[in-house]
Nanobody, 117 residues
Framework: QVQLVESGGGLVQPGGSLTLSCVSS????????MAWYRQALGMERELVAT???????RYSDSVEGRFTISKDTAKNTVYLWMNDLKLEDTAVYYC???????????WGQGTQVTVSS
């Protein structure tokens, strides 16, 4: 069972920055897809950013140009660098991993990001 632990959330003012981390209990070297989702209170879960095994990245329109997904394979960690944060970025952020030999998508427990003045 793969365990994912997110950290880095918190309270930030509009225009500020945060970096979220997601540490995997398994090596991410062979992960096929790494992704970040978010869910705001009362809203549906939204896919924010993805990165495949070839390091190709995709972003939702709402965060394009402001957020960056990256990984450090040596640390088994996936990051979400968030800049120019807006009030509407307030949500619980989750990381997910998939591996090529399984249909299972592993989820972390989530980390709260609150953007408020």
């Amino acid at each position: 069972q793969v365990q994912l632990v997110e950290s880095g959330g918190g309270l930030v003012q509009p225009g500020g920055s945060l970096t979220l981390s997601c540490v995997s209990s398994e090596s991410i070297f062979r992960a096929s897809v790494m992704a970040w989702y978010r869910q705001a209170l009362g809203m549906e879960r939204e896919l924010v950013a993805t990165m495949d095994s070839g390091a190709r990245k995709r972003y939702s329109d709402s965060v394009e140009g402001r957020f960056t997904i990256s990984k450090d394979t040596a640390k088994n960690t996936v990051y979400l660098w968030m800049n120019d944060l807006k009030l509407e970025d307030t949500a619980v952020y989750y990381c997910t991993l998939k591996f090529p030999d399984s249909s299972t998508k592993y989820w972390g427990q989530g980390t709260q990001v609150t953007v408020s003045s």
